[in-house]
């Protein structure tokens, strides 16, 4: 919900700061993009390996979720506005991703995929 406030502040500032560069393939090619490869790989890399690897060498919480979400943001670097709504979700990411973590890895790589997979599906319906 953060996410799509931000975005939508950005998008009035800047119509063109959420230009997503799988915006120029067609529907197929974005489908596949945005609802299932990045929510299942951009969650192995951003949560799973990031938080997984702070929490070993005993990074507090706090600086864990912030190097997430920084990265989130960073890889999302299309334009500035998108970097920080980005970012924003990237916090959400890794907070849900630590609440679901005692409940074993399987489950926060899971619950964090399946939000990223409907705000990614959320954003592809609203540029259709």
């Known amino acids: 919900m953060v996410g799509a406030i931000t975005s939508g502040i950005a998008y009035l ?11 120029n393939y067609g529907i197929l090619f974005r489908i596949s993009l945005l609802l299932i490869f ?3 790989f951009e969650t192995l890399i951003n949560q799973f390996l990031v938080i997984e690897i702070l929490r070993k060498i005993k990074i507090p919480p706090g600086l ?3 190097f997430s979400a ?7 670097h299309y334009h500035i506005f998108y970097m920080i709504a980005t970012t924003i979700s990237g916090i ?6 630590l609440k679901l973590r ?4 399987l489950n926060a790589i899971l619950g964090v995929a ?3 997979f409907f705000t990614n599906l959320v ?6």
Not at 92 to 97: D, R, S
Not at 102 to 105: A, F, K, L, R, T
Request: glycine share 6%; proline share 9%.
């Open 13 to 23: 500032i800047d119509p063109s700061s959420l230009h997503n560069p799988a915006d």
């Open 38 to 40: 990045a929510p299942i």
């Open 64 to 66: 864990i979720i912030s």
């Open 70 to 76: 920084i990265l989130f943001g960073l890889s999302h």
């Open 92 to 97: 959400i990411y890794a907070l849900y991703y």
């Open 102 to 105: 005692p409940q074993g890895i």
């Open 114 to 116: 399946g939000l990223h």
């Open 123 to 128: 954003a592809l319906l609203s540029d259709l």
